[in-house]
């Protein structure tokens, strides 16, 4: 007599199914005011003042903060955009934009992109 094999799930089906995500991580630096990490996520992610504000205080305080999950190509198209903002005009010392990376959801230390 042979045993039934298993059948897999609907969700483990569904599991394998989904678009990867990615996370667009902010990293910090010293050539940046808050003013213009509030100012830059308003204007990129259309962010409110008061949820750019908490990113700002996040990268200053973490070394850097999530500012967006979604799939790859538009994780690395808001990754070139927080690369191409431009410098600080607040600070002399701004030599140019912040940077930033992209890694695969859920697992952290596996970034890549870092231009």
Not at 13 to 33: A, G, K, N, Q
């Amino acid at each position: 007599m042979t045993r039934p094999q298993a059948i897999p799930s609907l969700e483990e089906e569904r599991i394998d199914e989904r678009t990867p995500l990615y996370h667009v991580v902010l990293l910090d630096d010293d050539e940046h005011t808050y003013d213009y990490v509030i100012e830059m996520l308003q204007k990129l992610f259309l962010m409110s003042a008061q949820r750019a504000f908490h990113h700002a205080e996040e990268v200053d305080t973490m070394g850097r903060t999530i500012v967006l999950t979604c799939e790859l190509p538009a994780a690395e198209f808001g990754r070139d955009q927080i690369q191409s903002y431009g410098a600080d005009w607040r600070m002399p010392e701004s030599k140019g934009s912040m940077s930033a990376v992209v890694e695969p959801a859920g697992k952290p230390g596996l970034a890549y992109g870092l231009g």
